[in-house]
């Protein structure tokens, strides 16, 4: 009786978050895509890949290579993790190390909400392709989910968000027992916060 109450309190609260939350947190600032932000090759994004989630396999490299043809080449990537759980409503933290070219690596975090036909938790390894980022500040925003490719091979998954310029695609294989469908977005950060919205 009581998780019905609670998932009947905070499902509403968490639906009206995913649908009229700002998408920008910053000012963005635009930029034309040219030499000022250098781009990662495919051969050194699979190298870094296989080493971060320790192994080398067909369908990462298969999964890899669908993302470039659809994508291109990404200017920056996040190596993280995250842990999440859901009934119903769900909730998702993560932290990582965002790295750009020629750049040292910057810690950041994510959280976002979810809602939908979701149950379980997980825990997960997380590699996260961004395009055409720009400035890294552009990156402290909120990306909805739902509005980009997804791609599954094997035991593993990756999904493109998108704001309409910058677009993200984590990549996940992991652990846990959490199935389902849901909506909800992706809010990076460079500080820790636990309000997932």
């Known amino acids: 009786m009581l998780p ?34 250098p ?64 750049q040292p690596p910057l810690p950041i975090y994510w959280r976002g909400p979810s809602l939908g036909f979701d149950l379980g938790a997980d825990a997960s390894k997380v590699f996260t392709l961004v395009y055409d980022l720009g400035p890294t500040a552009n990156l402290f925003q909120r990306f909805p989910g739902g509005e980009g490719a997804a791609y599954f091979i094997g035991g593993i998954g990756a999904e493109a968000l998108t704001d309409g310029t910058t677009t993200i695609v984590p990549i996940r294989t992991g652990i846990g027992a959490r199935t389902g469908v849901n909506i909800g977005y992706m809010h990076f950060s460079n500080k820790r916060s636990w309000i997932p919205l």
């Open 4 to 37: 019905r109450l609670l998932l009947a309190a905070v499902a509403p609260l968490a639906l009206v978050a995913c649908q009229t939350a700002p998408t920008n947190d910053v000012e963005r600032v635009e930029t034309k895509r040219d030499l000022q932000y």
């Open 39 to 102: 781009t990662y090759a495919r051969g050194t994004v699979v190298s870094e890949a296989e080493n971060f989630f320790g192994q080398s396999s067909a369908e990462l490299a298969e999964l890899l290579a669908d993302i470039f043809e659809d994508e291109g080449q990404p200017q920056a990537y996040i190596a993280g993790e995250e842990i999440g759980g859901a009934v119903g409503v769900g909730v998702t933290y993560g932290r990582g190390q965002l790295y750009r070219p020629g």
